[in-house]
């Protein structure tokens, strides 16, 4: 069943904005920055944040279903700038959907993966969700387990906006088991999970670097205590 009360006017007004302001030799670029794993129009984030939001202007709120299936709609189109949308949009409303969304945000992480989307969903999806849901950490105890490394990197960076309200001891937990991981992408976010945390409790953070420092990476240390004197 399509829910077409959402989902076909805003793919189709994201279509005509996209279309109309692309710039070619502006995409060339684009794409070399990700390393040409993906295509793109050329739009720079502040406009494709402009058109969106004025395609989905005066739309109803999408329900949880209507609002998968945009993201479905966003993930098969091959030109970023849609994941970008899709990601913010979920983001948006993700805060009235149930825990089984999480299903979606897992299936937008494992897919078309690179940095730029699955920080944004680790911070704007996946710690919302599991902040109103709190059954739904111990999916997180499994994601940081995964050999996919962008579930694990999600899991380790879920708690970024968290500040107080941070579970320090899952933190820690996280970091450790991922200590001495030798993908880049999982060193970096280690850093930075604990970077973010020392914000709120550096002692703890100083402590654990030096009590895991002969299994934690020179990046991982370096991230953490960035802004520790």
Known sequence: MRHE????????????????????????????????????????????????????????????VELAEFARACWQRPQREWQYVACDTVGAHVRTCSPAFLTMVEEMITTRSWWDTVDTLA????????????????EMDRWVLSDNFWLARAALLHQLGYRERTDSARL???????????????????????RQYARTDPDRVRAFVEEHDAELSGLSKREALRHLA
């Open 5 to 64: 009360g959402f989902v076909l006017p805003g793919i189709e007004a994201l279509q005509r904005g996209f279309e109309g302001a692309q710039d070619p030799e502006r995409a060339v670029a684009m794409a070399r920055y990700m390393r040409d794993q993906f295509a793109f129009y050329g739009i720079p984030a502040p406009l494709q944040r402009s058109i969106a939001r004025t395609a989905l202007r005066g739309l109803p709120t999408p329900t949880e």
């Open 123 to 138: 911070g704007h999806a996946v710690g919302p969700l599991v902040a109103m849901h709190t059954g739904l950490a111990a």
């Open 172 to 194: 820690f937990r996280y970091c450790e088991a991922r200590a001495a991981d030798r993908e880049f992408f999982i060193r970096k976010a280690v850093g930075w999970a604990l």
